[in-house]
């Protein structure tokens, strides 16, 4: 069965940096575009960022772009976020999905606080 | 503040019909691309409800249904039962932004 699991989350202050792993397996992850979608505490859902099945095409949200970068290693069936001059307003679930639209499956999601 | 406009909250009774709106504009819905629908349970990862516009992924219930009319689409949920009460997200593309997704606000369904 699909499974994705995100990993990297923790407590970071403001201006640091974070790196978020998704592990995939029960499919052929070189065949499929994979997500990053997060939550604020009690907030809805937005879309951080994808990257296609090879790794050539990629789409960052404005609010991340410039700060954000999205890459996978189909070899290891891993799926990356990195994270650089974080801010308090980045603090959030980090979800990673296969897929762009729909997002069939997801993880259960990694925190990133970000806070001095 | 979302360009897919959601309720904030729906509520009905065991057994009831319920519907959730997702209202959009001529850059998203209205122009063509297609709607998506999600579940969230209380302290889970959102799950893939309804895909393009109406199609249902295997093992979701028939009680769910998804359209779209227009610039908006909605979900509906029939017979409902207590183990549906989640939050509800719609999806789109939005191609007067720089980037991909939207997601709409989400609407909280409880269950009386």
């Known amino acids: 069965q699909v499974q994705l699991v995100e990993s990297g989350g923790g407590l970071v202050k403001p201006g640091g940096s974070l790196r978020l792993s998704c592990a995939a397996s029960?499919?052929?992850?070189?065949?499929?575009?994979m997500s990053w979608i997060r939550q604020a505490p009690g907030k809805g859902l937005e879309w951080v960022s994808y990257?296609?099945?090879?790794?050539?095409?990629?789409y960052y949200a404005d609010s991340v772009k410039g700060r954000f970068t999205i890459s996978r290693d189909n070899a290891k069936n891993s799926l990356y976020l990195q994270m650089n001059s974080l801010r308090a307003e980045d603090t959030a679930v980090y979800y990673c999905?296969?897929?762009?639209?729909?997002?069939?499956?997801w993880g259960q999601g990694t925190l990133v606080t970000v806070s001095s | 503040q979302s360009v897919l406009t959601q309720p904030p909250s729906v509520s009905g009774a065991p057994g009831q019909r319920v519907t959730i709106s997702c209202t959009g504009s001529?850059?998203?819905?209205?122009?063509?691309?297609?709607v998506h629908w999600y579940q969230q349970l209380p302290g889970t990862a959102p799950k893939l409800l309804i895909y393009?516009?109406?199609n249902r992924p295997s093992g979701v219930p028939d009680r769910f249904s998804g359209s779209k009319s227009g610039t908006s689409a909605s979900l509906a949920i029939t017979g409902l039962q207590a183990e549906d009460e989640a939050d509800y997200y719609c999806?789109?593309?939005?191609?007067?932004?720089?980037?991909?997704?939207?997601f709409g606000g989400g609407t909280k369904l409880t269950v009386l």
């Open positions: 990257i296609s099945s090879s790794g050539s095409t990629i």
């Open positions: 393009g516009n109406s």
């Open positions: 999905a296969r897929g762009y639209s729909p997002h069939d499956y």
């Open positions: 029960g499919f052929t992850f070189s065949d499929y575009y």
């Open positions: 999806q789109s593309y939005d191609s007067s932004l720089s980037g991909w997704g939207v």
């Open positions: 001529s850059s998203n819905i209205g122009a063509g691309y297609d």
